[in-house]
């Protein structure tokens, strides 16, 4: 399918590995100073917050809060792509030199240089990053319906297949069959739990 570059894509921005959290806060920040949110809509870093776990014991590190004396568990902040973020927006010539010449940003995937403007992400390409990071947008519910194959790709079934028997656009709730045991098994999950196969 063809995509429309004057349409709202995301593109791929790539930068130092480590600096991707303070060069998307330096575009969104140029957005605003250069007037550029009728073009340039939203910028996202796919961060989440993974346990830190002992290694001797297998159990998540704590410390003690000194007011209250409870247990304060350990995070730590992952990035799903190093030296990636995503941005999306509607491509002109001044989005894109507002998101190039951005402090920090090295280029945009799938430019091949020489003023050829960058290729966007497909739909399909773009919803699992989403969705891992609880973004879901009206539009991809049109992409599924009952009797799909899907995957669940967060949660504790992560890595489990099966067939769409019901989906409420209201909700975000899904019902999966999947095989347990030799035997079919309907389970409940959410909307951003899974990615079509």
């Given amino acids: 399918m063809a995509q429309n570059l004057g349409d709202k894509h995301w593109y791929i921005v790539t ?26 809509f939203r910028v996202l870093v796919a961060e989440f917050q993974e346990k830190v776990i002992d290694p001797e014991t297998g159990e998540q590190k704590f410390t003690i809060d000194k007011k209250t004396g409870e247990k304060v568990y350990k995070f730590r902040t992952k990035n799903l792509y190093p030296g990636y973020f995503f941005v999306e927006m509607i491509m002109t010539t001044d989005s894109w030199f507002v998101v190039r010449n951005t402090p920090g940003v ?8 020489g003023g050829q403007m960058p290729t966007p992400l497909s739909p399909e390409e773009i919803e699992p990053v989403l969705k891992r990071m609880g973004q879901v947008d009206a539009s991809m519910y049109d992409r599924y ?13 992560e890595g489990t297949e099966g067939e769409i ?11 999966v069959n999947t095989v347990f045991f030799g035997r079919v098994t ?3 999950v959410e909307f951003s739990e899974i990615e079509k196969i």
Avoid: H, W
């Avoid at 090295?106 to 240089?113: D, Q, R």
């Avoid at 319906?145 to 079934?157: E, Q, T, W």
């Fill in 145 to 157: 319906a009952v009797g799909d194959r899907v995957k669940i790709i967060s949660g504790p079934l």
């Fill in 106 to 113: 090295t280029g945009i995937a799938g430019s091949s240089g």
């Fill in 165 to 175: 028997t019901s989906i409420n656009k209201e909700t975000g709730a899904c019902t």
């Fill in 15 to 40: 930068t130092y590995s480590g600096n991707e959290a303070k060069t998307a806060e330096n575009l969104q920040n140029r957005i605003k100073t250069m007037n550029m949110e009728a073009f340039i």
């Fill in 186 to 188: 309907p389970v409940d």
